[in-house]
């Protein structure tokens, strides 16, 4: 049967190929800059299955590169995806739909969020800037994926907003 598989794969997907490698990266829109770096291109949107805290807390990646779901399954995967890559972190202390006001210079408590800009570098290690205001608003979170948009500020004076419809990407992990 296994000759089968490729042929399968195509439309069903095998055992044990991790499907969700092949899955849709998500789609979203971005506007804005971060320390004179351009921020207008999404290449992938994806809600991980394995945040530290899958219990309470639901987190989604904005890339500006098309990023695979399987690039963000390991620990420190920020400096091994592709360099210069840049990154948006969604960390909602929640997992319904509903507005999540960020939270500046604490940790979030439930309803808030906690959201960091990442330029990944293969050659050291990433700085999270943490966004010091704005809000995430989630519309649905139907099949583990997410759909939203936000507005983000920080100490800088730099701001990002746009949107998202995050994949599901069951393997992926916070860095």
């Not at 700085?127 to 920080?154: H, K, M, N, R, Y």
């Amino acid at each position: 049967m296994h000759g089968l598989c490729p042929l399968l794969l195509l439309t069903l997907g095998c055992a044990g190929d991790g499907a969700a490698d092949t899955a849709s990266p998500g789609s979203g829109s971005i506007s804005g800059s971060y320390d004179g770096r351009p921020f207008d291109t999404v290449g992938a949107t994806w809600r991980i299955g394995e945040p530290d805290d899958p219990d309470q807390t639901m987190v989604v990646y904005v890339f500006d590169n098309p990023i695979p779901c399987a690039d963000i399954a390991e620990p420190g995967w920020d400096t091994a995806i592709t360099d210069q890559t840049q990154a948006v972190e969604i960390k909602l202390v929640g997992l319904e739909a509903g507005t999540y006001p960020l939270t500046a210079g604490r940790t979030p408590g439930p309803g808030e969020a906690d959201v960091n800009y990442t330029l990944s570098s293969t050659t050291g290690t990433p700085a999270e800037i943490s966004a010091d205001s704005g809000a995430i608003v989630v519309d649905s979170t139907d099949g583990d994926g997410a759909v939203g948009s936000f507005e983000l500020v920080f100490a800088t004076g730099d701001t990002l907003t746009g949107t998202f419809d995050a994949t599901p990407c069951p393997t992926g992990s916070e860095p």
